[in-house]
């Protein structure tokens, strides 16, 4: 359970911002005080350079005060808060608040056509294969829900492509169908690639593609997506989710 005297980091950060505010307006009054003792200095206006200076001796010990006051406000444990589960709750609210429909499937928030999971050591998120450093739940969902509304060919042409190489390989005995596990399994061969692509993400990839107006290879080969029969081994199935929450699997591929 998450210890913290505030209930949410939202909240640690409205308080922590309000002392920032005090701090800024003071250092505001500060820098204009510092001004006008330059313009003293350059019109030779020694009364006004008085002031000027005492202004900003005031000032000063204020200044020091309310950094310490703003520093001392923040005692929120991000570290904590990103190993619980209130990121995800608090990321899904703010997400249903832009009309983004997020997912919480055990550890990690699905938000097609990404995955989001948490990285504590880092006090940082990883949004897709992208590292995220900016906490606050409504910045998190604005993300998600860019990259909802971005179309990109780029990225399902690409994927596609190597869909196809992959398929071509292993159909050689004849087959017309790749399943997906295999090409996953294909795909982990290569060095650090695994690393950077679950299981998860690479369903997510997937699922990119088929909601994605790519339809062809560069070569013109059309392909189809196969989905899961009742024979068919669990393992070999790719199961994700869409903006609506409801599942979609997917077992293989095929090419004409």
Request: proline content about 4%; some cysteine.
């Amino acid at each position: 359970m998450l210890e913290t005297k505030l209930e949410s980091l939202e909240e640690a950060l409205q308080v922590h911002e309000s002392r920032v505010d005090d701090l800024k307006a003071v250092c505001q009054r500060l820098t204009k005080a510092v001004s006008a003792w330059k313009k003293a200095c350059v019109e030779g206006d020694v009364g006004a350079r008085q002031r000027a200076q005492s202004k900003v001796e005031e000032l000063l010990p204020l200044s020091l005060e309310r950094a310490q006051e703003a520093s001392s406000s923040w005692e929120f444990d991000s570290r904590a808060y990103l190993e619980s589960g209130r990121w995800r709750e608090d990321v899904q609210a703010a997400a249903d608040s832009l009309g983004v429909k997020v997912i919480i499937d055990g550890e990690t928030l699905v938000s097609s056509p990404v995955l989001v999971r948490s990285q504590p050591s880092g006090s940082r998120l990883k949004i897709g294969k992208n590292a995220w450093s900016k906490l606050h739940p409504r910045a998190v969902a604005a993300e998600l829900k860019r990259l909802r509304d971005k179309k990109s060919v780029s990225g399902p042409q690409e994927f596609l492509e190597c869909l196809y190489l992959a398929w071509q390989d292993l159909t050689k005995n004849g087959a017309t169908v790749a399943t997906f596990q295999e090409i996953y399994e294909r795909f982990a061969a290569a060095p650090g690639w695994k690393k950077e692509n679950s299981p998860a993400q690479f369903g997510q990839d997937i699922y990119a593609l088929a909601r994605s107006e790519v339809r062809l290879t560069r070569s013109g080969k059309r392909f189809h997506l196969e989905h899961p029969s009742a024979k068919v081994k669990e393992r070999d199935v790719f199961t994700v989710y869409r903006e609506d929450g409801q599942p979609v699997r997917y077992y293989g591929i095929e090419f004409r």
